[in-house]
């Protein structure tokens, strides 16, 4: 039997909500979701906008725009979707979104009135950084980990001061060769200071981080890309990262552009679905703008979503 989030403990933090027992069904909200003992809580630090064909490859503006419109430029919001889980004894914290080192000509080509940090963005949630146990960077592309750090008079520190942070060991070794293809997605300065602070924990494959919490290497997107796996009262929850940036991608041959290893993620996505259906796990996209929370299912060969929220 796969480990659960560990019961609520008396003792939990004095910022967090109260979460009830275990139930059969999950509970749900558009921006919580409630697995047995486990509250899993959706905070988005903004949103940038970015070109609709990268985001979807070779597949058809025809098909793609009709889940995700498009400007005047092609763009299309692109969410920073960070998720709070919460089992009343740790708090953890997956993605950090993508910060607020953006100068003037970054913010206007991305359509951000301003960039959000991730700290803020869950305080204003009523989860304060200090609470932070865990941090999870799926990779370390500057979307997904630019909360990781703040600037201070002495350098950049941890956002997230009590935290240990984790990744793996082969994601930061490619992200320190700054390869042409994909070098400008990584920014040291998200990473590296804590490394020299002995808080980012490098990870060697897929390994239980927490009790109940389990992240598995999950190629495509790039080599050592993770999905987090939570699992409580026989339910589980998957984010899916970047292998499902949208909801709409889960059509497996629908990938991004961003993609290195394009038939990797194929493969990736036919393995995790069919998993995620036959099991029926609530899921979470790595950029979608609107849908926090869903369920896969598979019918004549192919994937939908149902109870989208």
Not at 115 to 142: K, Q, Y
Request: aromatic share 8%.
């Amino acid at each position: 039997m796969p480990p659960t989030c560990s019961s609520a403990a008396a003792n939990s933090y004095s910022t967090k909500e109260q979460i009830g027992t275990s139930v059969a069904a999950a509970k749900t909200s558009d921006n919580y979701l409630e697995i047995g003992d486990c509250r899993i809580t959706t905070v988005r630090a903004g949103s940038y906008w970015w070109d609709g064909g990268a985001m979807f490859g070779v597949v058809p503006k025809t098909l793609w725009s009709r889940h995700q419109p498009s400007d005047e430029l092609n763009r299309i919001e692109a969410g920073l979707n960070c998720f709070v889980v919460d089992d009343g004894r740790q708090r953890t914290l997956i993605e950090t979104g993508g910060g607020i080192r953006h100068d003037g000509r970054a913010l206007e080509r991305m359509r951000m009135p301003h960039g959000v940090h991730a700290a803020e963005a869950l305080a204003n949630r009523g989860f304060e950084p200090d609470s932070i146990d865990l941090v999870i960077n799926t990779h370390l592309h500057w979307d997904h980990c630019g909360g990781n750090t703040l600037d201070s008079g002495n350098g950049a520190v941890a956002a997230f001061p009590n935290a240990r942070y984790v990744v793996q060991r082969g994601e930061i070794t490619h992200a320190r060769e700054q390869h042409p293809r994909d070098g400008v997605s990584y920014r040291a300065v998200n990473y590296e200071p804590l490394v020299e602070g002995g808080q980012l924990h490098l990870l060697d494959g897929d390994v239980e981080v927490a009790p109940g919490i389990q992240v598995q290497v999950t190629p495509g997107h790039n080599r050592d890309m993770m999905v987090v796996l939570v699992r409580s009262g026989g339910q589980t929850w998957c984010h899916l990262a970047d292998l499902a940036p949208y909801a709409a991608h889960v059509t497996p041959t629908w990938v991004a552009a961003f993609d290195l290893f394009p038939m990797e993620s194929i493969a990736s996505k036919n393995e995790l679905f069919g998993r995620a259906a036959a099991e029926e796990w609530w899921c979470s996209f790595g950029h979608d703008p609107k849908i926090s929370f869903a369920r896969i299912m598979s019918r004549e060969g192919k994937f939908s979503l149902r109870d989208e929220r």
